[in-house]
């Protein structure tokens, strides 16, 4: 019953900027976090940007200082504001949530939006 669905993926610049939105419909019991990540291609998926329900954050490596992760609860929504692209960041991005389900951890997955990031 639980999908997320993703948009703002595209085209950006070098240096330009993106935001990409997750709604999420249905129920997920015990929200623990929601997140985002990426495959690039011949690379491995890996995390981006994650935010716990009591609102903190973590990001990958590769993208500290450049990407932020919001939430807004009350429209069930996951944000990701990616600035200072570089086309390293060119990869399916798929957004997660995670949830506690009577002790048992749930993830659910959106579809993967893609960006490009080009000249």
């Known amino acids: 019953q639980v999908q997320l669905v993703e948009s703002g993926g595209g085209l950006a610049q070098p240096g330009g900027s993106l935001k990409l939105s997750c709604a999420a419909s249905?129920?997920?019991?015990?929200?623990?976090?929601m997140g985002w990540s990426r495959q690039g291609p011949g690379k491995q998926r890996e995390l981006v940007a994650a935010?716990?329900?009591?609102?903190?954050?973590n990001y990958g490596n590769s993208v500290k200082g450049r990407f932020s992760i919001s939430r807004d609860n009350a429209k069930n929504t996951v944000y990701l504001q990616m600035n200072s692209l570089k086309p390293e960041d060119t990869a399916v991005y798929y957004c997660?949530?995670?949830?506690?389900?009577?002790?048992?951890?749930?993830?659910?997955w959106g579809q993967g939006t893609q960006v490009t990031v080009s000249s």
């Open positions: 935010i716990t329900s009591g609102g903190s954050t």
């Open positions: 249905g129920s997920i019991f015990g929200l623990i976090a």
């Open positions: 997660n949530a995670r949830g506690d389900q009577s002790g048992y951890v749930v993830d659910y």
